[in-house]
């Protein structure tokens, strides 16, 4: 007979290949069909609530593997959390409007000249919801789940209007103002821009030194005397109204081939390297606090230039005295205003020099930097002409360099309630830690919030305007246009005239002839999705405001954590979230930023075609996601390697369950033998390491706890001895159910573990466990954490037993790569131990054999009797050898017991047993 068929080899249909690219979709298909998400909301109803509130990315483009990375980190934290004792909702959200769409339609060939507002803006919405649906389905193909159907847009009305309500709650707080004050300004955009829309670029720019003459010294400079300054900005010497000095430093006369020049002191050696000068004689110096009030001469146009007092000056480069522009610049706005001095900007909206820079106008601000030094070198003034490359702020959308512009722009104060937010701020749970003194620091330094922008597509801002020019913000008036945009959408603003926008019967003393206009400036984007705690959180049904958790990249410490921060305390006085988690970005596997150029750039979507979104999700729980990540096709191998692994275990423990049934055959743990009892508390240990884990966001301890859990625990020890036991004893063997019973609470436990990292295999592979009631993985808990009263003396007996067998393995390793044996089965271990090993063997009541796989095992004597052949260790001495008797052609032990069994020569007496039982059974 073919002994092969009296086995029980392990049978399963769970396939060995993922073959994920083609399996998944047919795995989301039956989601579909069941409606999961709904499942899962159903079946944790009633729970405690906990809602990450999603963070929503811009309708624009393929997802890049940042929104894989963000997505999957959401979407593990929501399976965890709806297993773990939790109802949490998930409901996905778009920022919508914006510039980019604009430029997008631009690039497409529509001509926002040749309609009107409304026109354009409804193509930009169309625009968006085309782009929403490339997304969605993108990131459903990632397995992240949630309320697709119903996410949350910021152009949708009921939005629109909650966004209005809180304009008009930080307007009734007065923390809403207009004001003349420079801004950053985007040429290449036409528009202000907010610090969260400002990156910061190398550029290589002229840096001059330009002297001004002295026109009324007061007493204390001569009026030979120029006051030299340094600027890396050419194009606003036009625009110059004074000079600032510190009060507190001293300031020097140097005198230099017959001229007399002052600059700070600490400058002095500095500025005479840079400008050449020799033998600099110090005539005069003067603390900066008396310069106060002296007049220079501005070198081009022979106006007053003031000297001022500021604390903004230093000594860290330039001169000590510094050019002030009021129209360019924040601290020089702040100075001039102090001092009086009238806000001159000599820019326009495309950034061309205007009239009020005579001999300039008409020219790029960048291309007057040339004939602004010609000029002041033809006056001598130009003192010296270098280049410097140095960070310079650039618009984030249109890469391109801006400028600080004075210009009328809305504001929402920080000032006001700056206190209210650092307060907010430590009421929330910062991961990591760093992100409370990153935000803290942010809010400390933050100016105001310019919040207007002068682009069409965005949520308008809902103030009109008297005869008078008086803005008029009124609850009224903000009730009313919240209604309309709920009722209307906010297109309704640019359909409609003033006076049909506003109240019935709506009078005001500063139209006495009823005329009204309405304000053409929209609002930042920042503040769209800034008020998504209004517009989702407290406004939608199941949810709930503060958020748990707010989860985006590092780079939203100035961007949506922020802009709801400041929103969020404007309004409800704390911050809108109870906890903030960030992660880092995406870089190639040289840690370079991923771009076209450079060729590096890794598509989500191709990565899904090729491997499957399990191997994404893997990789993302493999990663310190909370600082910057790698991402190559060689990590993705070893990611896919990791994952073979896994999916391997799990079909070794499905092969051999195929006969068991855990109603009738499960072993209770106190009937377990000590080796099946000690796995459970390994398993034990896992599920408490995993599940703590997972409530601090530590995925990479996941990957790797199971990774060896897998590897280690069960592929190299208890998978590895059980096949001698499942194959070869008789079906119902109390060992082999024993084992089995092992087998099967692991396979359970860790498709339970894995199935928020790994939701297409743990659903897979739950299709296929036998016993289990539930339709999905997804409609169970997590496993708990069981007190095993004997779980310590056990760990310690028998990880005392597995460093010996790792040295026995060792041994067997050495043995076969010296010819002495082939597989293990053919070796016999002889081992020569000290008292504490010997009591440690005799304790155990397992086959030894089994436990080495081996055919032959024997403790011979103490260490001392060892003979000289053997493998010194501590606790022992090893010699293996070839095992005496024959291959038992049925189990591959080799015994000298085989032909004992006349009916069976070829079997030990073991296997002959098993086989007359099942032909009894026949």
């Not at 483009?61 to 997505?71: T, V």
């Not at 005397?225 to 050419?234: C, D, L, M």
């Not at 393995?809 to 597989?823: D, F």
């Amino acid at each position: 007979m073919d002994y092969k068929d009296t086995l029980l080899m392990p049978k399963t249909d769970f396939p060995m290949r993922g073959n994920l690219p083609k399996k998944e979709p047919e795995i989301q298909a039956r989601w579909e069909e069941m409606n999961i998400y709904e499942k899962v909301m159903k079946r944790t109803e009633g729970r405690p609530l906990f809602v990450l509130h999603d963070g929503p990315p811009y309708a624009n483009g393929d997802l890049h593997m940042g929104h894989a990375l963000n997505k999957t980190l959401k979407d593990i934290i929501n399976r965890y959390k709806s297993m773990s004792g939790y109802h949490a909702p998930y409901v996905p959200g778009w920022d919508t409007h914006g510039l980019p769409i604009e430029q997008e339609l631009t690039k497409k060939g529509v001509n926002r000249k040749a309609m009107s507002v409304a026109e354009f803006r409804k193509l930009c919405e169309e625009y968006a919801y085309e782009q929403i649906d490339r997304q969605r389905k993108a990131f459903k193909r990632l397995g992240v789940r949630g309320d697709w159907e119903h996410p949350y847009l910021t152009l949708r009305p009921a939005y629109e209007a909650e966004q209005i309500k809180v304009f008009g709650e930080m307007a009734k707080k007065g923390y809403i103002y207009k004001g003349l004050k420079p801004v950053y300004w985007s040429p290449s955009s036409e528009s202000a821009l907010a610090e969260a829309e400002i990156e910061y670029k190398d550029i290589k720019s002229p840096s001059i030194y330009v002297a001004f003459d002295v026109k009324d010294g007061k007493g204390v400079l001569d009026t030979d005397t120029k006051i030299v300054i340094w600027t890396t900005t050419p194009w606003t010497i036009p625009a110059n109204l004074g000079i600032a000095v510190n009060p507190d430093i001293n300031y020097v006369v140097a005198k230099v081939n017959g001229q007399k020049y002052l600059v700070a002191e600490a400058l002095l050696e500095e500025v005479s390297g840079v400008l050449e000068w020799e033998n600099a004689e110090v005539v005069q110096t003067v603390p900066g606090k008396n310069l106060e009030y002296i007049v220079a001469k501005h070198p081009l146009y022979g106006r007053d230039s003031l000297v001022m007092l500021g604390d903004h000056v230093t000594t860290d480069s330039g001169t000590g005295c510094v050019h002030t522009a009021p129209g360019h610049g924040e601290d020089d706005f702040i100075v001039g205003k102090k001092y009086g001095l009238d806000v001159l900007c000599p820019v326009d909206d495309k950034g061309m020099m205007t009239e009020e820079a005579p001999g300039f106008e008409g020219l790029f601000y960048d291309k007057a930097n040339k004939p602004i030094c010609e000029a002041l070198e033809k006056a001598g003034a130009l003192l010296k002409l270098k280049f410097l490359t140095h960070s310079y702020p650039h618009d984030w959308r249109t890469k391109k360099p801006v400028i600080f512009r004075a210009t009328s722009q809305w504001f929402a104060s920080i000032d006001m309630f700056r206190d209210d937010i650092l307060e907010a701020i430590k009421d929330v749970k910062w991961t990591p830690v760093w992100g409370e003194i990153r935000m803290h620091n942010m809010i400390r330094d933050r100016g105001d919030w310019c919040i207007s922008r002068q682009r069409a597509w965005g949520v308008p801002i809902p103030v009109f305007y008297a005869e008078n020019g008086e803005a008029i913000i009124t609850e009224e008036t903000i009730q009313h246009v919240s209604d309309l945009f709920r009722q209307y959408g906010s297109n309704v603003w640019f359909e409609r005239e003033a006076k049909d926008l506003l109240p019935e019967g709506f009078t005001h003393p500063g139209s006495p002839n009823g005329i009204f206009t309405k304000e053409t400036d929209i609002m930042d984007v920042w503040f769209d999705s800034g008020s998504s705690h209004q517009g989702v959180l407290a406004s939608q049904e199941g949810l709930k405001r503060p958020a748990d958790l707010y989860l985006e990249g590092s780079d939203q410490y100035r961007g949506w954590f922020n802009s709801s921060l400041i929103t969020g305390v404007a309004v409800t006085g704390r911050a809108p979230y109870d906890g903030v988690l960030s992660h880092g970005f995406v870089l190639d596997g040289e840690g370079r930023k991923m771009s076209k150029s450079l060729g590096n750039v890794i598509s989500p979507g191709k990565v899904v075609d090729q491997l499957g979104a399990d191997i994404i999700r893997l990789w993302v729980a493999s990663v310190d996601y909370q600082a910057d990540v790698r991402i190559s096709n060689d990590i993705l191998k070893q990611v896919s390697e990791v994952y073979r692994k896994i999916r391997n275990t799990f079909r070794f423990m499905l092969g051999n369950l195929n006969d068991f049934d855990p109603a009738k055959n499960k072993v209770a743990y106190e009937d377990l033998r000590e080796v099946d009892q000690f796995m459970l508390v390994k398993l034990n240990k896992l599920v408490k390491e995993v599940r703590d884990a997972y409530e601090h966001y530590e995925y990479a301890t996941i990957y790797h706890a199971v990774n060896n859990f897998c590897a280690v625990d069960l592929s190299s020890f208890y998978m590895d001895f059980a096949k001698d036991v499942l194959y070869i004893e008789l079906a119902d063997n109390p060992e082999r159910r024993a084992m089995q019973t092992v087998l099967y609470e692991c396979l359970i436990a860790l498709t339970k573990l894995l199935s928020p990292i790994l939701p297409h295999t743990a659903d897979e592979v739950w299709q296929y466990i036998p016993g289990v009631t539930e339709e999905s993985v997804q409609l169970t808990d997590m496993p708990e954490y069981v007190d095993y009263p004997n779980a310590a003396e056990l760990e310690e007996k028998w990880n005392a037993f597995m460093a010996l067998r790792d040295d026995v393995l060792k041994a067997l390793e050495e043995a076969r790569n010296a010819k002495v044996i082939g597989k293990s089965l053919t070796a016999k271990v002889t081992l020569y131990v000290n008292d504490e090993t010997k009591a440690l063997l005799d304790s155990i009541s397992e086959s030894k054999k089994q436990l080495f796989i081996i055919s032959g095992f024997e403790v011979a004597g103490s260490l001392d009797e060892a003979p000289e052949n053997a493998l010194k260790l501590e606790h022992a001495a090893i010699i293996v050898e070839k095992a005496e008797g024959e291959t038992c052609e049925r189990c591959w032990v080799v015994t000298p017991d085989v032909g004992h069994d006349h009916d069976h020569p070829t079997l030990c007496p073991r296997c002959a047993s098993v086989v007359k039982t099942l032909n009894a059974q026949v």
